[in-house]
């Protein structure tokens, strides 16, 4: 594929953040009408981005030029724009218009409307970024951007229990599988030899081939599984209904659900027609089609009924991109663009009925087709295309769809089964949703329904009139659009027939007729269905979400275990595994790489010289012979008092006055410590205690000597030490290269330190103060000393 290139790209992967920065003090000034305003951005995106279609559709694929992050490990910022990313960016940045003008509407008078639409448009970027990022590590860091900026959306009504737990769940599902698609990522690179995903989709071949392809495999899916919500990883889906109704109409249309089948359709040339791939996929893909839309049936909440249609939706996108057919996944393409619309349509419009009526249980709403009209035909507009029915684009997708899966195998024979069914009963949750709120008698509702504002009916309006548009000019759409993107995913070049004429009477189009039928029958029996206890579909739609409660509890427990097990709260035993630790990784890796140095043999040194080490050598045994506390604590400073001779000797005054102050005071501060526990006789220990705790001193010891044997032996680079010698006087002005390169140019890790020092200073203040304040309340509670010798006792307890 020949490639444009545009520094335009990463100006507009800026603006959400930046739109995210603007969105708080907008809302501050302008209120909810500032809406408007910040509409302009995605919109101004979605034209920008149109620029790119004549490029796209003639073949080209638009790049931006790199900008160099980790060159050395191959890791840039690197964007690039073909039909599959150009047309999911389109629909982020255009869906994402509707979404910021209904959420000005949907929030109005909300305390945090301005904080959400920073959450928006940070969630924003972030989808936008996952679909037209190059290179893998972008990939993978907006990847998990949009988990997080998920986990704050889902859990923006924080102050509800129910919101915190979803947002959580959400957050550890997408991004435990974020972890799994870096490792997958990261064999990806290996095996092609590349990091730029757009060089790695000619290595086809290559990656197939690759023995790590299982293992790829697996981690990619584990990736695009729980951010799709495939079965067993659809709960968190469900559970995300607690966001606000804008969260939900942009999370299902064109956002973050659609990462995973992005990535599988990403992949799907060089990682697909397998036979690993075309088995997994349509399984569990066509299990979760059938799963979600069943549970779909059995819902009151408006919102839960669309929720499990979108988890249907992705698994049946699913199955079609696992087939590796391209007429099905050429179905594929045209039902997610189909779906974006339609879905985003019916969701705006479901928060608006909860608006404007007080509630979205369909069994108390009725009657709103007068009072909410233009939200009414919106509904059964964005229905049709969900059912299938000409003239709306679904239909088209729902051919294609059966087209690619007809055949006489008999896992297409299952598979077409399965996709019948499934749109059937997709056919029936659509028409429970458009139809069942706005039909029928007029039902008593919380709040006096009327229709909702400009701002919240835009949108809808806007996206189901795009269903019969895009059949309308179906060749500006197929050749400027659609085609390129399934050009994209199968990795062939070919054309689609859409338009209002692409009507073919053959087996699809009866499948077609029969989907419809199945799908009036299941509408007339919702109540049954509702109503029907099945308790294995209910196991599989609720079971997983109950094992993730049981499995985060046993987490815990667990934690708990090994914390008391590992943290007894004994010092002892923290420092003497401290100690082994830092012995092993010392002394483990020269002797299993055979880097141990050579042994010098005695040096020749002068008559103080030894003097000084004998001298260490009389603190050493002093120490170890020291029948008080205090000996031993005055003994250990001779160490350091040696040390820092040393340092005088060789010519180093400040750094040795350095070490005479740091001793002393380290000595003085002990013993002072000492003074309140005992400075008495040293306490006994048993010879096995001793022989283990002097075992690990002389491991320690062994280690770090021969680490600096090592490093004394070896080539000096005196690289650095050069720079300082030249620099020090002529930039620092400094005469004293130490000080100089501790103030001036390590002054900010100076500045650190001072800082750490400074922070544990005026906490140990505040404790010992708190300490001395509860004892003095302590005693003032106290009751009224009988005598001069208790008062003395209560006054020194509450002096100490």
Known sequence: MAFEFSDGLPWAMAS??????????????????????????????????????????SGHGVHSTPIEWLPQYGIQYSLFADGLGLVFALLISGIGTCIILYSGGYMKGHGEQGRFLSFMFLFMGSMIGV??????????????????????????????????????????????????????????????????????????????????????????????????????????????????????????????????????????????????????????????????????????????????????SLGLLVMLVGTSNEVAITGAVLYLFAHALFKGGLFMIVGTVDHEAGTRDVTRLGGLRKLMPVSFYAAVACALSMGGIWPFIGFIAKEEIYGGLIGTDFSNILLTVTAVVGNAMMFGAAFVVALKPFLGEEASTPKHAHEGPLLMITGPVLLSSLGFIAMLFGGFFAHGLLSPMANAVTGHHGHLEVGLGAVHFNFAFLLSLITIAGGVLFFRKYETIREARGTFIRLMGEGPDTFFDTFIAGLVRLATLITRRIQSGNLELYLTATFIVTALALLVPMIMFDELPNWPGIPEMHFYEWGVLGLALVGLFALLIAKTRLTAIVSLGIQGFSVALIFLLFGAPDLSFTQFMVETLSVVIIALVMTRLSLAERDKRPWGQVIGDATVAILVGAGFGLLLMSVTQGQFNAHLSDFFTDYSRVIAHGRNIVNVIIVDFRGFDTLGEISVVTITALAVFTLTRGTAQRYKEHAEGMNEPTNGKDATAAKKGAES
């Not at 697996?218 to 607690?242: C, D, I, V």
């Open 131 to 312: 679909v037209l990022a190059d290179n893998l590590i972008t990939l993978f860091i907006y990847w998990e951007l949009t988990s997080i900026t998920s986990f704050l959306l889902i859990g923006f009504n924080h102050r509800h229990e129910r919101s915190r737990r979803a947002a959580l769940q959400a957050l550890i599902v997408t991004g435990g599988g974020g972890l799994a698609l870096l490792a997958g990522l990261i064999l990806m690179s290996h095996a092609g030899g590349s990091m730029e995903m757009s060089e790695l989709l000619g290595k086809g071949d290559a990656m197939r081939d690759n023995g790590a392809y299982m293992a790829m495999l697996l981690l990619l899916l584990g990736g695009a599984f729980t951010k799709s919500a495939q079965f067993p990883f659809h709960y968190w889906l469900r559970n995300a209904m607690e966001a606000p109704t804008p969260v939900s109409a942009y999370l299902h249309s064109a956002t973050m659900v659609k990462a995973g089948v992005y990535l599988l359709m990403r992949v799907q040339p060089i990682m697909g027609d397998t036979t690993l791939w075309m088995t997994i996929l349509p399984i569990f893909g066509g299990f979760t089609l059938l799963m979600g839309t069943w549970m779909s049936l059995r819902q009151t909440d408006l919102k839960l009924t669309l929720a499990y249609t979108t988890v249907a």
């Open 16 to 57: 959400p953040f930046a739109a995210a920065l603007v969105a708080p003090y907008a809302k501050r000034i302008m209120g909810h009408n500032a809406a408007w305003l910040l509409a302009l951005v995605p919109a101004g995106i979605f034209v920008y981005l149109c620029g790119f279609i004549g490029a796209v559709a």
